[in-house]
């Protein structure tokens, strides 16, 4: 080797590691990102799992920063079940028939093996298209084993379980509730990631 390119190799490493050592230059940390959602019924928080489902993490977040949520209402409730609400057609009282139409097909699956269990947060689709989800949400009342890799998982209720609990109890007829529970806005917020790994509270 010429002592041009030893002194050109040796110019790389010192500029290396300065950029090394200067804390400017280091990776920064990526931050979590929790849900805090307020409903007619009280507060509860959820943790978004970008890890899993980027594509629909990202969405909620742009929805509910937005306010895509606010004023909507829980259309659909399986007591013991699922919770289900984020259409934007529910704003409207005036629609109920379009109720569970809006806000889909925006969206392609992304799978994974994490359990749909209790507190579980995924997202609607069509029933005829595993790709059709977007702006509405579920959440698990119960473990549902079968969700899983046929449901898009995001999201876990990590505080205000009972909120949702008392969500779930509203009255239906069918499946659709006969009072009106209304989401009052979605706040997103940056967590450490080491605080969301045990709960973080």
Not at 167 to 189: S, Y
Request: overall charge positive; charged content about 25%; proline content about 6%.
């Amino acid at each position: 080797m010429s002592n041009a390119w030893r002194f050109v190799l040796l110019s790389l490493l010192v500029v290396e590691a300065a950029r090394a050592a200067d804390p400017a230059e280091k990776a920064v940390t990526p931050r979590g990102l929790e849900a805090v959602v307020t409903t007619d019924a009280g507060e509860f928080v959820i943790r978004l799992l970008p890890e899993i489902a980027p594509r629909h993490v990202a969405h909620f977040a742009r929805t509910a920063r937005a306010g895509g949520y606010d004023r909507t209402a829980f259309h659909r409730i399986i007591p013991g079940g699922i919770i289900q609400g984020g259409d934007p057609n529910t704003r409207d009282p005036r629609r109920k028939a379009l109720y569970g139409k809006g806000g889909l097909g925006l969206l392609k699956a992304e799978f994974s093996e994490r359990p749909f269990t209790r507190g579980a947060v995924g997202a609607a689709r069509r029933p005829s298209s595993v790709d059709s989800g977007g702006s509405q949400f579920f959440i698990c009342l119960s473990d549902q084993p079968s969700l899983t890799g046929q449901y898009t998982l995001f999201g876990e209720v990590v505080a205000g379980l009972d909120v949702v609990d008392r969500i779930g109890t509203t009255p239906v007829a069918g499946d659709r509730p006969t009072e009106r529970i209304e989401v009052r806005r979605v706040v997103i917020r940056e967590v450490d990631p080491a605080a969301a790994q045990t709960g973080g509270k």
